[in-house]
């Protein structure tokens, strides 16, 4: 086991030694050693006691609290920074070289945008039915890694986000056809998300993105210090540096959520906001322990490789 989720209602969590102890209605229902958990996701109602947090901590675990009908009251509790300061502090020297945030973030774009690209293809091969608004999204993110490629390399940060926005909103609009019309997916929503796709995109992100933080700290890197993304209050920016590249990979993981009827449009309530229900929940998380080591591998290869180039700056600056 690698990751606990309790998310039942009348559920508790307690503490014995190195061991959690979940209870359902005041009743045991059982035990479960820490050493074999990498994180602990649990519903805003789970209770929990200061000293599961100190002993979650003590043993280095992750605590996602995700609150999917208010997604700005999820808490992170993650692990322990490592690895040598002078790591760190080369980091933020980094930070003050514009030539290498730019360097390292036109990295990350053209490798996201290179694989919503050969995902539209592999998706107008499934859906020939489908190819004049694939195609026509696939011609123009080409022309866009085209361009970061060599002809119109962005010379700031600011326009590199433009194309990765422009490239970003082609991808979801295309997105959009190869879904059931029943689910309403228009295109991507968020805080809270308005339809089943975008409810499922939202909280495969927020997983990842903890495991990004993770990633990130057992790399010696700072999270919070982001090269894309600029320093911004209560969020690791260079963890959403990281989650750039991988989120092709959750949504084409998402896309066959639904295309092979893990989950269907009657597991979601739909009115001003799109809830997912308790059985929904359930299968979407198993398919998400199934799916999440290949996650959390990528990401471990990116956080590592991001130490790399922050350890060779100094010598081959940008």
Not at 112 to 119: D, P, T, V
Not at 151 to 165: A, F, M, N
Not at 203 to 216: E, G, I, M, P, W
């Amino acid at each position: 086991m690698k990751t606990l989720f309790v998310e039942k209602k009348a559920m508790e969590i307690r503490y014995e030694r190195a061991c959690l102890l979940l209870y359902h209605n005041g009743k045991r229902v059982s035990s479960v050693p820490l050493a074999q958990l990498e994180r602990i996701v649990v519903a805003p109602h789970v209770a929990l006691s200061a000293g599961v947090l100190g002993l979650v901590a003590e043993k280095n675990v992750a605590l996602l609290v995700l609150n999917t009908r208010y997604p700005d009251r999820t808490a992170l509790l993650s692990g322990t920074m490592r690895g040598d300061i002078h790591r760190r502090l080369t980091q933020y020297q980094c930070h003050q070289d514009a030539a290498f945030r730019l360097h390292w973030s036109i990295f990350l774009v053209k490798l996201k945008i290179f694989r919503h690209y050969r995902l539209l293809l592999k998706l107008r091969l499934q859906r020939p039915d489908l190819r004049y608004p694939l195609t026509h999204a696939i011609n123009a993110l080409e022309k866009i890694i085209d361009d970061l490629c060599c002809d119109d390399i962005p010379s700031t940060l600011l326009s590199l986000r433009g194309k990765e926005g422009a490239a970003a909103a082609l991808f979801f609009k295309a997105f959009t056809h190869v879904f059931p019309a029943a689910l309403k997916f228009t295109g991507r929503n968020r805080r809270p998300p308005k339809d089943p796709v975008n409810v499922c995109l939202s909280l495969a992100y927020t997983l990842c993105y903890q495991d990004s933080v993770n990633a990130l700290k057992t790399a010696g890197l700072d999270p919070a210090l982001g090269c894309l993304h600029e320093p911004y209050y209560h969020r690791d920016s260079l963890a959403c540096d990281l989650m750039e590249p991988l989120r092709p990979l959750v949504d084409a993981w998402v896309y066959q959520l639904f295309h092979r009827a893990v989950l269907r449009q009657e597991d979601f309530t739909i009115t001003d906001m799109c809830l997912l229900h308790a059985t929904g929940k359930q299968r979407f998380y198993e398919a998400f322990r199934l799916k999440a080591p290949a996650f959390r591998r990528v990401l471990r290869c990116y956080a590592q490789y991001a130490a790399t180039i922050v350890c060779q700056h100094e010598q081959s600056p940008y």
